[in-house]
């Protein structure tokens, strides 16, 4: 399968990306590692007619320690964000789901910024970044915004970037307590049926859950219901309050339902030693 | 557009269609076959190669992101006529059956070694989890990386 035709510009800064998407607006798309645009665009599911290929700003890929959390660049690579000590020090939740994204070949050129930005409800990221309650930090023509990961996704593959805007840096606060990350899928590179991110600091947790909506979701009443003394078992049983599961070839709405309970359950238990 | 892309060494300088993947540089352009299309989704990983020394699946990718960069394809592992330690790994363990996912499996457990020069078993078949092998003869594969870690 060959993607229809577009042409291609390369930008060298995010200024020149930003400026690059205000003139072609539409009819662009911004191009990093590619391991979700070039799939869709094979299947003509994505037809852009003009690709803005920012895989080559360098100065976007980094990590940082940044006091009270870390500050990692969007176009860091799913590798690069397993593998790293800051990562794996201060925030292990999340170079862990990293490490379940795709395979070895698609972490190689994947980017954090990119499956954040593409805000695939199914993608383990997303859920991740969102229970760990990240900032996502955007820049567009007039300057850098920082939108709250709880605030960016609007449906299902929308997010509230503007047309002009592209995702700079996550901002991600360190972790303290346990934490877990629960993945239920079939073949081992597939995407999660069901995925649950959580952690746990005494009465404080995040729990998210990956593919139980249009949406990454937010189980709120999970962590009310644990801060507020119930028990793992009842905390667990309102896994699902927040979420709409979709039905389709994996599982149906109910079976869903019923993994994303288990799960909650599991990530809790494992959050808690 | 024109791209310049070293390719097992040598290099190679054409003019593409942007929308060129680059496994049909290296196949179509370059006639270099050895490097597989199988299910054209990056799931299976038969296309996989090098780019700048680490695995990617070559079906995935813009022939012009990888412009400037190296390429190292299965035609590029033997030197001299001698197979590369993984390659004869393969062969003295029966790590192949029909042949299709070979290429592919070399090349991401080339890039496994690189990364983690002496993995468990467990290691090696989640290092190996984006390359499918319709035979499944994935036990022989796994033993063929444990030799040639060995080596």
């Not at chain 1, 990221?125 to 609007?154: C, M, S």
Request: charged fraction near 20%.
């Amino acid at each position: 399968m060959i993607p229809a035709q577009f042409d291609l510009k390369r930008a060298s800064s995010a200024a020149e990306a930003i400026s690059l998407i205000g003139e072609y607006g539409d009819e662009a798309k911004l191009l990093a590692g590619g391991h979700s645009l070039i799939p869709l665009m094979k299947l003509r599911l994505a037809q852009p007619s003009m690709l803005i290929d920012i895989g080559r700003i360098t100065d976007l890929s980094y990590i940082k320690d940044a006091g009270n959390h870390i500050s990692i660049g969007a176009l860091t690579r799913h590798m690069d964000v397993e593998k790293s000590d800051i990562v794996k020090q201060h925030v292990p939740l999340l170079a862990h789901a990293a490490s379940h994204v795709g395979d070895a070949q698609v972490r190689h050129r994947g980017t954090i910024g990119g499956s954040l930005a593409h805000a695939d409800s199914a993608s383990d990221l997303p859920a991740t970044t969102l229970a760990l309650g990240a900032t996502y930090v955007v820049q567009g023509p007039n300057g850098q915004r920082e939108i709250a990961a709880k605030d960016f996704y609007k449906g299902f593959l929308e997010s509230a970037l503007a047309p002009d805007e592209m995702l700079v840096e996550i901002r991600v606060p360190k972790t303290l307590g346990g934490w877990s990350f629960q993945k239920f899928n079939r073949r081992a590179q597939d995407w999660a049926i069901v995925g649950v991110a959580a952690w746990r600091n005494g009465k404080d947790s995040g729990v998210a859950l990956v593919n139980m909506g249009s949406t990454p979701i937010l189980a709120t009443s999970v962590s009310a219901a644990l801060a507020s003394g119930a028990s793992i078992a009842e905390a667990a049983e309102l896994a699902a309050a927040e979420a709409e599961p979709q039905s389709d070839l994996n599982a149906s709405s109910e079976y869903r339902t019923h993994l994303a309970k288990v799960l909650v359950r599991r990530a809790l238990e494992e959050s808690t030693k | 557009m024109k791209v310049s892309i070293t390719v097992n060494g040598k290099a190679t300088e054409h003019d593409v269609e942007p929308r060129t993947l680059l496994v049909h540089y290296i196949r179509e352009t370059l006639q270099l076959t050895g490097t597989n299309v199988g299910c054209d989704t990056s799931s299976c990983g038969a296309c996989t190669v090098h780019l700048n020394g680490e695995a990617v699946k070559s079906c995935t990718m813009l022939a012009a992101q990888a412009d400037g960069c190296a390429v190292t394809t299965i035609e590029g592992m033997s030197k001299d006529g001698v197979m590369h330690p993984m390659q004869q790994a393969f062969m003295e363990n029966h790590g192949l059956q029909c042949g299709f996912c070979t290429p592919g499996m070399v090349m991401a457990a080339v890039s496994l070694l690189n990364e983690n020069t002496n993995p468990t078993e467990d290691e090696i078949r989640i290092g190996l989890e984006g390359n499918l092998c319709r035979c499944t003869g994935y036990h022989n594969i796994v033993q063929s990386v444990l030799a040639a870690a060995k080596k």
